[in-house]
C-alpha cells in the first residue's frame, strides 16, 4: 500500500496542481483514511476554485414560463397543456454555474460528508455546498469520465480527479445511510496514476529532454497493419538521437513463477522488445540515420514485498533492455531521486 502522502504527491504532479499553494498545504498532514485526505484535497480545492470563480458556461433549458424566453415549442406546450396556466414551454440558454464539473463537485461533496471523515471536515464541506445552492447533484453511476479539459476549465483538472477517487471507491450505504469507502487506490487505478504520475514527473522536472506518452507504428514491409493492436508508450525520453521507453507496470507481484523459478513476466518483455525495434526502425527510415540512432527501453515496476526486486540491463540485438523497479514506500524526495537518476543514466 503506497503511503498517503505518497499518493497526494502523485496525484499533485499527475494532475498539475503541485505549484497550487492550496494543494501544497496538504503536504504536511497526517491522515487516518484516504476518504480524510480527499475530503482535504476537495476543501482546499473548492475554496482555491471560488476565489478565481466557478466555471459558468450555457446550459440548455426547457420549462414552462409564464413570460416567454427564447424559443417557444408549440407543440409541447399543447402536450403538456400549459396554457391552461398561461405558461408556454420555452427553450432557452442560460449562463449558469450549474455546469457538469461543478454537479460531479457537489454531490462528491455529499457523499463524503456521509463517509469516515472527521466531523471539522464536514464542518468544512457543509459550509462549502452553501456556495452550490443553484448546482444539481447527479448520480455517481452515471457519469461518464472520459471527458477533456480546456483553458476555460484546466483549474479544475486536480479537483475533478479527487472526484473521480473518491465516487469509484464507494460501497453500498448501510442502514444507517452512513458511506463505507473501500480502499480507493485499487490495482487498476494506482496503475493509471502511477503512470500519469512518471509522465507529469518527466514533464516538470527535466524540461531538458522531450517527453511524451507517444503512439508507435508498426514497421510492416508491404503498409498493410490491419487488426494489428495499437502501440501506446506510457512515457518516452528523447535528447538529440537518443530515446528512452518506458512502460510502467503496477502488479501486486512483479515476478511470475514458472517450475520454481522467478521469471520477469514474458508479456512485459515483449512488449517493451517490440517498441522498442518498431520505434527504432521508424526513426532510422524518416531521420535517415541507420545506426546513429539509440533506443532503450525499461519497464519501470512499482516496488512490491517480495524478497527480489529487479534491477537488470539486458542488450538485446543491438538495445538496452533495463528491468527497474521504483520504491514507492519511501520518503518522496528519495522517490524523486530514483526517477532522476534513471534519466541521468543515459541522458547524463
Not at 289 to 299: A, H, K, N, P, T
Amino acid at each position: 500500500m503506497i503511503p498517503l502522502r505518497n499518493i497526494y504527491y502523485m496525484l499533485a504532479y499527475a494532475f498539475r496542481a503541485l505549484n497550487e499553494q492550496e494543494y501544497r498545504d496538504v503536504a504536511g498532514e497526517d491522515f487516518e483514511n484516504a476518504a480524510e485526505m480527499l475530503s482535504a484535497l476537495l476543501i482546499r480545492g473548492i475554496n482555491y476554485q471560488l476565489k478565481r470563480g466557478l466555471f459558468h458556461s450555457y446550459t440548455k433549458r426547457e420549462e414552462p414560463l409564464s413570460t416567454p424566453r427564447g424559443k417557444i415549442d408549440i407543440t409541447e406546450s399543447v402536450k403538456r397543456m400549459t396554457t391552461r396556466k398561461f405558461q408556454l414551454v420555452c427553450a432557452y440558454e442560460e449562463y449558469s454555474a450549474d455546469t457538469f464539473f461543478n454537479q460531479i463537485i457537489k454531490t462528491t461533496m455529499t457523499v463524503l460528508i456521509r463517509a469516515n471523515i472527521s466531523p471539522s471536515r464536514k464542518k468544512e464541506l457543509r459550509k462549502l455546498l452553501v456556495y452550490f445552492t443553484d448546482i444539481q447533484e447527479i448520480d455517481p453511476l452515471q457519469i461518464r469520465w472520459d471527458f477533456r479539459f480546456d483553458n476555460n476549465n484546466q483549474s479544475y483538472r486536480m479537483l475533478i480527479a479527487v472526484c473521480y477517487l473518491a465516487l469509484n471507491g464507494l460501497i453500498q450505504s448501510d442502514k444507517s445511510g452512513t458511506v463505507h469507502i473501500m480502499d480507493f487506490f485499487d490495482e487498476q487505478r494506482e496503475c493509471r496514476l502511477y503512470e500519469k504520475f512518471i509522465l507529469e514527473y518527466y514533464k516538470k522536472e527535466h524540461p531538458e529532454l522531450a517527453v511524451s506518452s507517444s503512439w508507435i507504428a508498426w514497421n510492416v514491409d508491404d503498409g498493410f497493419s490491419e487488426m494489428l493492436p495499437t502501440m501506446k508508450t506510457d512515457v518516452m525520453l528523447s535528447k538529440d538521437n537518443r530515446t528512452l521507453i518506458i512502460d510502467a507496470k503496477y502488479y501486486q507481484r512483479i515476478a511470475q513463477i514458472n517450475y520454481g523459478n522467478a521469471t520477469i513476466h514474458s508479456g512485459n518483455i515483449y512488449q517493451i522488445y517490440t517498441y522498442v525495434k518498431n520505434y527504432e526502425e521508424n526513426q532510422s527510415r524518416e531521420e535517415h540515420l541507420d545506426g546513429e540512432i539509440e533506443v532503450s527501453g525499461m519497464l519501470l515496476y512499482a516496488g512490491t514485498d517480495e524478497a527480489v526486486q529487479p534491477n537488470y540491463t539486458y542488450q538485446m540485438h543491438g538495445n538496452k533492455i533495463a528491468v527497474r523497479t521504483l520504491d514507492l514506500n519511501l520518503e518522496f524526495s528519495q522517490i524523486a531521486a530514483q526517477l532522476d537518476s534513471i534519466s541521468n543514466e543515459l541522458f547524463p
